[in-house]
């Protein structure tokens, strides 16, 4: 009874899917850095800085990137860039919070959920918090 009652509680708190996300730095020439940008942004980043090189026309670009986009970001870089912007290096860095209510099946969150659920085999309809409390007087 107890583990039901503590998913139900779960459940009643409105939980939210969390995503992993890397810190990236892209090097790139200032003819280059539209595109570069243009790129950071399909992805979902989020640009920390911009620096220029002393002396030079390079700039070094830091972004967080969701990893779940990093899937064929280094192929678009380079084809935005016409080959000139250079992927530095990519680290985990932390997580947030995934947009959406995993709850709403309309959402991105939500598909990710029924995806989930689907190739698990549970039923496709999201349980409810009201299933799993038991009331102390058995109702």
Known sequence: ????????????????????VYVV?????????????????????TILSEKTK???CVTIVTAYLPVQEASGFAVAL????????????TAFHHWQLFPGDPFDSTSKSGQIVLNIRKRRGLKMEMP???????????L
Do not use: I
């Open 54 to 56: 002393p002396g030079t």
């Open 128 to 138: 409810k918090w009201e299933d799993f409390v038991v009331c102390a007087n058995g």
């Open 25 to 45: 730095e892209v090097e790139t020439p200032e003819h280059a850095l539209e595109g570069t940008l243009l790129v950071l942004s399909q992805h979902r980043s």
């Open 1 to 20: 009874a107890a583990r039901r009652n503590v998913h139900g509680c779960v459940l009643a708190s409105a939980p939210r899917l969390v995503e992993p």
């Open 78 to 89: 380079q084809s935005h860039a016409n080959g000139h912007a250079l992927l530095l290096g």
